[in-house]
């Protein structure tokens, strides 16, 4: 260790090993420059985030191999060039893990330490890899072997095969992300469709990428043929629910009875369908609470959905008129209300009817139909209300209260209404 140190510090001192590193520097600023000029052009684009990402590190590597095939063909002799393009590629390596997680995990509140993580243990490779220790500890992990059943596996392997799964399943998780974007960018595409293909493919991707990582690992797959079978049975059973959660999924969004942006009622809980994941649908009330209903219960319950073939929803409003007043022009305001309120369409026409005749009142009501019933009906009704009240009293037209007719009698007229009641006989 002494002697690589005393021997770096002499590569220094020489003239060809200070314009060596001179000439790096202004490589790497002509790459950090490059690199700056490159992010501003692509900085609206969020599909070259990656790019933005290792900008720097790859326009690096590129100068630096220009420079390394001169120095070949010319006879010179780089001694810090390799070294910083192996950490260039490090950090090009850390740069794409971290950012094709951040990707799958946008929201994870453990990214940041995700990303320490990975980057201290890159880091840390290569300074094993640059001090001569890194072969050294490789082969000693080679040599402890973990045996498993009739296999026998060395930690090295398994190492190797937890990465590569870990890896191909980011990339399979990365790459569904990428189709689920441009699936949502097809404008023309069924919006249940789409969310199929999304699912669908990301399952395949991660089925695939485990089945590669344990290929890698060397582990041959049919030996956990009968340990797979006793797992799937015993999930079987603990799992019911999820799995019938998991394939009403699938079953709501193949019969397009329920569609993201439908307006629905499901026992007492009413919103808008705002996503249908793998084991719930998320509602949003109109009050803007946010209700998770489990798919298997939309599938084997009743839903009332208002736009199921038509988001056309018909609002009913009732008042009460008194017995004196003109219903014939009650219900021409009623109707002239409707069509003046700016949420009421007019086909079908709004229209007023005489519905009973009440203890205190003649009951009327005003039947609108609305074109957007994810706004909520409570602020249509309100302002029709509202109207109704103005313009009834500007025609003097009585909406009366509820009243009860109370009589007091003294004791001769209640002894005669008892004696006018004819006796029942047995």
């Given amino acids: 260790m002494t002697d690589q140190i005393s021997d770096f510090f002499s590569l220094i001192l020489k003239l060809s090993s200070l314009l060596e590193l001179g000439t790096l520097v202004v490589l790497l600023g002509l790459s950090v420059v490059f690199a700056h000029g490159l992010r501003q052009q692509v900085k609206a684009n969020s599909r070259a985030g990656g790019l933005r990402q290792v900008a720097f590190p790859l326009l690096a590597i590129v100068l630096l191999s220009a420079l390394r095939f001169v120095a070949h063909h010319n006879g010179w002799h780089l001694h810090f060039v390799a070294v910083v393009v192996q950490l260039l590629w490090a950090m090009v390596a850390i740069r794409v893990m971290v950012f094709a997680v951040q990707r799958v995990f946008p929201d994870a509140i453990w990214m940041r330490t995700f990303g320490r993580t990975i980057a201290a243990l890159v880091w840390f490779c290569v300074a094993l890899d640059f001090l001569g220790v890194l072969p050294d500890l490789i082969d000693w992990l080679d040599g402890v072997e973990l045996p498993l059943g009739k296999t026998h596996l060395s930690l090295w392997a398994v190492m190797q095969g937890l990465a590569s799964v870990l890896g191909a399943v980011i990339v399979a998780l990365w790459v569904g992300g990428v189709i689920e ?67 009403s999924g699938f079953i709501i969004l193949l019969d397009h009875s329920i569609r993201i942006g439908n307006m629905i009622q499901v026992g007492t809980e009413r919103g808008e369908v705002l996503q249908i994941t793998t084991r719930y649908t998320v509602l949003r009330s109109l009050s803007g609470v946010h209700f998770l209903v489990p798919n298997e219960t939309l599938v084997s319950g009743t839903v ?41 369409i007019n086909d079908p026409p709004p229209g007023a009817f005489f519905i009973s005749f009440g203890d205190s009142s003649l009951v009327l009501e ?56 004819p006796v029942s006989s047995r």
């Fill in 181 to 247: 974007g441009r699936l949502a960018q097809i404008s023309g595409m069924d919006s249940n469709l789409r969310v199929v293909v999304a699912r669908i493919t990301k399952a395949v991707l991660i089925f695939l990428a485990i089945m590669i990582g344990m290929e890698l690992v060397g582990l041959d797959i049919t030996t956990l043929s009968v340990f797979g079978g006793a797992l799937g049975v015993g999930l079987g059973f603990g799992m019911q629910k999820i799995a019938s959660n998991y394939v």
């Fill in 304 to 344: 009332q959905n208002d736009s199921f073939r038509d988001p056309r929803t018909r609002v009913a409003v009732r008042v009460g008129i008194g017995y004196n007043s003109d219903l014939e022009r009650a219900l021409q305001i009623l109707e002239e209300i409707a069509k003046a309120e700016p949420r009421v």
């Fill in 366 to 421: 005003l039947g609108f139909w609305i074109a957007d019933p994810a706004n909520g009906t409570t602020g249509v009704s309100s302002a029709i209300n509202r109207e109704i009240l103005r313009r009834f009293r500007e025609e003097g037209i009585e909406i009366p209260f509820p009243q009860q007719e109370v009589r007091l009698l003294n004791a001769g007229e209640l002894a005669g209404r008892l004696s006018e009641q």
